[in-house]
């Protein structure tokens, strides 16, 4: 493999042994290398002035310099660069992960609490490479492609001081507009005539998705009053802490699901960590039901039932389905199924997505209407909702 091919990741915790697992995991990978190990920020910061770096995995709790201390002078220190917090599944870092990601952080792992816990958890192998793959590989095009300008080696077309402002002004990364030009657009769904008021929101989202939800929310406002549904792919601890910030940022109240609560009009409902979250009619009412069922796209939260089971519970037609900023697929299945019913589905797009995963394959799927930047969805899905323009 070529040296432009590697990913090369920096772990950075405390304990030694984990250090050391972690390594270990990433390194069965033949794309992924490890090329510094270090035991708190301060010596992460130096070890970047010797080492070419993609992706940093950030230990939350460590001596001398913890990891939301040393978070914004390593961004500052390599721009580009994509740090994955390591965080143990408490509230307390919970609330210091999701501040993390406000700052910065492209995402966060679940850490086991115990060496004998890490040593044989799979689920937290295959987490812990996923998003090192797919987070290095973003790092290291913008890695590669710093070093280009810098060298004065980058193509030379469309790199002029203008072209690349306007690129910047436009919210594309310099050096992928003519990727992103020869590529064909999605095609998007066209609407039927008409005016069909949804009676549900559904959100589906990922990496990068509670920086995009409070966003979406926030310009969402609160005169709408159809229930909201979230799938944020997060595990237990995070997702109760994930509800306190969208009820302050949003102005709705937001909270985890509660299996047989009876679904009121203008909250929120956010899937707890470990279970997915269906909605059922029983008795002229809706109800949430959380089951325990077998992952579905290796999560659990899952985007796809929570889909299925509001088509069944509201009707097709009576559905608007957002996919937010995420890696994998998961709701494009769940979407399909929205579609073919009758319902609407909007995306976020490439450009302001963390990563285009689960927007870009509903939108490549062509179950789109519309594939908008984040700051544009709230005021569309408010438009949809009180019945204005489609």
């Not at 090369?8 to 992924?32: I, K």
Request: aromatic share 4%; glycine share 10%; charged share 20%.
């Amino acid at each position: 493999m070529s040296n432009t091919d590697q990913i090369n990741v920096m772990v950075v915790d405390d304990a030694l042994v984990v250090r050391g697992m972690v390594t270990r995991f990433l390194e069965e990978s033949d794309d992924l290398s490890v090329v510094v190990s270090v035991g708190d920020g301060e010596r992460a910061l130096a070890a970047l002035e010797r080492h070419d770096v993609d992706v940093i995995v950030l230990d939350i709790e460590m001596p001398r310099m913890d990891g939301l201390t040393a978070l914004p002078q390593l961004l500052k220190k390599a721009p580009g660069i994509q740090i994955i917090m390591a965080s143990t599944l408490t509230l307390h870092n919970a609330e210091i992960s999701l501040k993390a990601l406000s700052l910065g952080a492209a995402d966060y792992v679940p850490k086991p609490t115990t060496s004998s816990e890490i040593g044989g958890r799979e689920d937290f192998k295959r987490e812990l490479t996923e998003k090192v793959r797919t987070l290095g590989r973003i790092g290291r095009r913008r890695r590669l492609r710093r070093q280009q300008m810098a060298n004065g080696t980058a193509p030379a077309a469309g790199t002029s001081a203008a072209a690349l402002a306007a690129k910047r002004s436009a919210g594309q990364s310099a050096g992928t507009a003519a990727f992103k030009a020869a590529k064909p657009a999605p095609q998007l769904r066209s609407m039927a005539a008409g005016k069909v008021q949804p009676d549900v929101i559904a959100i589906g989202s990922s990496t990068g998705g509670p920086q995009a939800l409070f966003q979406v929310l926030k310009d969402l406002g609160t005169e709408s009053q159809q229930p909201i549904f979230i799938t944020q792919h997060m595990p237990p601890t995070f997702t109760t802490i994930l509800a306190e910030h969208v009820t302050k940022a949003s102005g709705r109240v937001a909270k985890e699901a509660v299996d047989g609560e009876v679904v009121q009009s203008g909250r929120v409902y956010i899937a707890p960590g470990d279970y997915h979250m269906l909605v059922k009619a029983e008795g002229g009412q809706k109800k949430i039901h959380l089951t325990q069922d077998p992952p579905e796209n290796f999560c659990r939260p899952a985007v796809d039932p929570m889909l299925r089971s509001i088509v069944s519970a509201y009707g097709g037609n009576k559905v608007l389905t957002i996919i937010l900023t995420g890696m994998g697929a998961d709701g494009c299945a769940g979407a399909k199924v929205v579609v073919d019913a009758g319902g609407r589905v909007l995306a976020q797009d490439e450009e302001t997505s963390v990563v285009w995963g689960m927007p870009g394959a509903v939108a490549n799927a062509g179950l789109c209407s519309d594939i908008l930047p984040i700051n544009d969805i709230g005021s569309k899905i408010k438009s949809i909702a009180l019945g204005g323009s489609a």
